[in-house]
């Protein structure tokens, strides 16, 4: 499947089948947060959260992805991702775009 953040895919005529998400709410373990609290002091990246939150990019496109295949879509146009804090060491991240159907326009 096609995904693509712009709003249309060049030379290519499609018929829009609606709105399409996927998301998902992640969390690192106790220890490993408590590491991650320690890392503050210092510095640096917080590799275990960055692990997460690609994880939860992941899962939340392939629930976005499964929609769309759902309702016969050849691609996903205008693709975004939000992301929110749902608790002291959670976020949730939202996958959504348009799902559409390529057509073939006669003249």
């Not at 690192?28 to 510095?43: P, Q, Y």
């Not at 994880?55 to 975004?80: K, N, P, S």
Request: glycine share 8%; proline share 0%.
């Amino acid at each position: 499947m096609l995904l693509v953040t712009t709003e249309y895919i060049s030379g290519a005529d499609t018929q829009m089948l609606g709105l399409v998400k996927g998301s998902t709410i992640q969390t690192v373990n106790v220890i490993r947060d408590m590491g991650a609290s320690l890392k503050t002091l210092v510095g640096g990246e917080l590799k275990k959260y960055t692990e997460m939150m690609d994880e939860a990019r992941r899962i939340a496109t392939e629930r976005m992805m499964f929609e769309a295949q759902a309702l016969g879509a050849d691609a996903i146009i205008g693709v975004r991702y939000a992301t929110s804090a749902v608790m002291q060491s959670a976020a949730e991240i939202m996958a959504y775009g348009t799902a559409v159907r390529f057509v073939n326009r006669t003249n």
